[in-house]
């Protein structure tokens, strides 16, 4: 890899050392997705993490998803192994998932926890009709991802292009 990462991210896969139960001799090794949201990502000594494994099976189970882009791609996540590791066993960053991968992750937490997923709407915003929404109170468009650099076609104007944002 490059230059070690310090910063991390929600929505990022990292390479793992998880505590050794067994045998103190062969640390466990996994490649992990961050889930812990970025104010704890950052103040926090720890992270939440769920678990990716190259052997798929279930991969109708509501907790599992398929990676099929991107970073990680052909490992399935497993949202009913979730840890929380100190930031030290993160030693190496791998990728950021695609926002698209990253939703169907989100889903699969809210199965393995019991939770209703929230009732979020993605849409497509150029700069102007954002600046329209920003306006409507008790509505604040979040991007979906920070480094999302393609632009596609503004699902209100059909005119400009903008980025995905969550409303
Ligand atoms: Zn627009």
Redesign the pocket.
């Known amino acids: 890899m490059n230059q070690p990462k310090k910063e991390m991210l929600r929505g990022e896969a990292w390479m793992a050392q998880f505590p050794v139960t067994e045998n103190p001799n062969t640390p466990v090794r996994r490649p992990v997705v961050i889930i812990q949201n970025n104010k704890g990502n950052y103040y926090a000594g720890k992270v939440i993490v769920v678990i990716l494994t190259s052997h798929i099976k279930k991969e109708n189970q509501p907790t599992h998803v398929v990676i099929e882009s991107g970073v990680s791609m052909g490992l399935m996540v497993l949202a009913e192994e979730i840890h929380t590791l100190e930031k030290w066993r993160l030693y190496q960053y791998i990728g950021t998932i695609d926002p698209v991968v990253m939703d169907q992750i989100d889903q699969a937490v809210c199965s393995s926890l019991g939770l209703t997923p929230p009732d979020r709407v993605r849409q497509c ?2 700069g ?2 954002l600046q329209n929404f920003m306006s409507v109170p008790g509505k604040r468009p979040k991007r979906v991802n920070r480094y999302q650099t393609e632009m596609f076609e ?7 292009p ?1 980025y995905d944002y969550w409303l």
Request: with cysteine.
């Open positions: 915003l150029c102007r009709c503004c699902d209100y104007c059909h005119m400009r903008g």
